[in-house]
């Protein structure tokens, strides 16, 4: 497709939109809030309304950021904002508005496209649920949430969705409350975030006291004229920033929430980790890029750190979250924990493509991310449903004959998260692992290139396992396709999986991230005039299928050798096997890796204790100086001073007129006097 | 030397008088008696007001003891009519026998 041709086709037509495109934003933004207002308010009781709602709503808001995109994405347009006074506390003044660029018209398009088509699903994949509308509301509730921080601009308005999508992700992960574990699960997502949050929190606070704005536009204005204006603890902001990005995006050490969320309900899980809350982090990091530009400066207690910047860390934790959840996801036999894994994994790759100085490789990564993952968890949903709730790849198989469609597109999502060219995943994994070539980081590029091994293999393991081969129980020898509205929108997100990095999706974000800064970084401009030299026709496809290999071929070789390694051994140990060879091959590590690492032993161990010391002295506290001393107390003084006092009500009318004649006499004393 | 009171012979009266009425109501029992005494104290202030009226050469304060008479005997009535159904319920117009407000 040709988006520039496009874009002058609005731009022609647009007159009637483009005075006001911060209304278009506005509205998106509320479209699903008022669905959830809607059902709760009003078709509580009718499943087909509420649904009709919800994705009414959602589709809408999908087709005016479409709008939105062609008006605004495509073009030079500078970001439109469109403040009013929220909050006015001293020095602090909080706008709400909303930013308008390019960066966030993609995400709006990420988030609707794929809440929509995730809440087409649910209406096959809760079918029969007693509490259907109530699911709605928390999809819809969802999607306003994350629309939110998509739209921010300010570090105060985003915290508040921010929190809101942490709200909302507790109900939808609770939403079998019945069930213990989805409660725990909800309760640890919650905390867990939280944990995050608190930094978060407290590096907006920094920046605040710093630079005395929380407006993303005007902190950007601010940094770009005096770089040393956050002092010595502009790494420690970046970083505190960071926490928050650590608990949504679920980066080592508060990952572990994001598997236990696969408790909710399939469509859930698949919302979560395509489209809304894990991307969030990432989006966070994009958005405040301009944080991370400025000059490396520690505080004296932290200056051991040397010349390592925020970023150094950033790309650090997020190559170690993506090798870990790597090999935890190469020993599950839980289709979604596989899957929940392999998110924890590519949500590694996008931090550390931040870490590596490249916003628009994580961002390229993150679109196509969730087209795959969203088609992978809808078609892991359209699998336990057929196997009547079966989770366990080992107890599946043969499924390739009985559910063609689901299998055909769980492959397409498959290939393209492994990275095979010319599927989008090879392109946004390719411009990641440039990101880390080009700007010096030989360690997470060769860390980078394992883990795409690493993707291939347990990704291929899944599908060998549970798609190919002979049924291994029951419920998957009888399994049957799903219906229609389950099957669709896989056939639909199959597309962009395929196809989305046909359009220059990478040119279009490091334009974004990197004009304004006179720093043009990578692939882009070079390309089109390499491709302008061979016929137009030509060239178009060269661009597009073969532009990695002609720029920077290293990383694109060596991103196929490892996706043909890993399927190579991928293939060899689990062609036709009936049980997992890996545990004899490798013993205990596989033990560990099948155990998360025995990271929530090792959590529960150390953290429980210490949070259940506080939670003691909180209680010794609370009871004894708060509710002992301040309230008994207050109580108990109140109650003798009533006592003293009962002794003047005698009674008597005589003794009070006594009194008040003293009284009288002694005003009139001392008036005289 | 001149018999002819002056202000300072009504002022004394009339603290005298507002003296001795303060002491009934403090001092008696009987709730009739604490009204009497009541009454003593507003004719100390009427005389008061006056003894400064003719004076002074100004009117004002005769204006004013009218109002207070009538408002005296509005007082009284209505004074009256309590302590008599209060003696109709109790069968006592002693205020030692009306402690019920006491806790």
Known sequence: MDVHAAHNAVTAAAPAFSSRPEDIAWFILLLPLLAAAGITLIVRRSNFLAATFSIAATVTAFVLSFVLFLMFGVGDAAAVTSPFAWLHAGELAVNLGVTVDKLSTLMLLVVTGVSALVQVYSVGYMHGDRSFPRFFIGLSLFTFSMLGIVLADNFVMMFLFWELVGVSSWLLIGFWYEKESAADAAKKAFLT???????????????????????????????????????????????????????????????????????????????????????????????????????????AALAFFGSISALDIIGGIGAFTALLAALMAIQQNDIKRILAYSTLSQLGYMVMAVGCGGPDAAMYHLTTHAGFKALLFLGAGSVIHACHHEQDIWKMGGLRKLMPKTFLTFALGTAALAGLPPLSGFYSKDAVLLAALDNGHP???????????????????????????????????????????????????????????????????????????????????????????????????????????????????????????????????????????????????????????????IYEAIFIPLHDLVARLADWFDRWVVGGLAVRGAHGSTELLGRALRIVQSGNLQTYTFFFVAGVALVVLIALK | MSLTPGLHHFLVVSALLFSLGLLGVLARRNLLVIYMGLELMLNAANLALVAFSRFNANLNGQVMVFFIITVAAAEVAVGLALIVALYRKRQSAHVEDLTSLKL
């Open chain 1, 193 to 299: 975030n939280r944990l995050g949050d608190f930094g978060f929190l407290l590096g907006i606070i920094i920046i605040w006291a710093a630079a005395g704005t929380v407006n993303f536009a005007e902190l950007s204005q601010k940094l770009g004229a005096h770089p040393d204006l956050l002092g010595s603890l502009a790494s420690v902001a970046g970083l505190l920033v960071f926490m928050g990005a650590m608990g949504k995006s679920a980066q080592f050490p508060l990952h572990v929430w994001l598997p236990d969320a696969m408790e909710g309900p399939t469509p859930v899980s698949a919302l979560i980790h395509a489209a809304t809350m894990v991307a969030a982090g990432v989006y966070m990091l994009c958005r405040v890029f301009f944080l991370y530009q400025v000059e490396t400066a520690w505080p």
């Open chain 1, 443 to 601: 360690v997470l590029f060769g860390l980078g290139v394992l883990i795409a091994a690493m993707t291939t293999f347990y990704m291929l393991r899944l599908v060998l396992v549970a798609f190919l081969g002979s049924g291994r129980s029951e419920a998957a020898g009888h399994a049957h396709e799903s219906p229609g509205a389950m099957t669709w929108p896989l056939v639909i997100l199959a597309v962009p999986s395929v196809m989305l990095a046909w359009v220059p999706l990478g040119d279009y974000l490091t334009h974004h991230f990197f004009t304004d800064h006179g720093h043009v970084h990578g692939h882009g401009s070079e390309v089109i005039s390499f491709g302008a030299t061979i016929s137009a026709a030509f060239g178009l496809v060269n661009h597009i299928l073969f532009e990695p290999f002609n720029h920077a071929p290293l990383p694109a070789f060596l991103g196929t050798g490892a996706l043909i390694i890993g399927a190579w051994i991928a293939v060899t140990l689990y062609w036709n096997a009936e049980r997992d060879p890996l545990p004899k091959l490798l013993g205990s590590f596989a033990r560990g890796m099948r155990n998360r690492f025995y990271f929530d032993e």
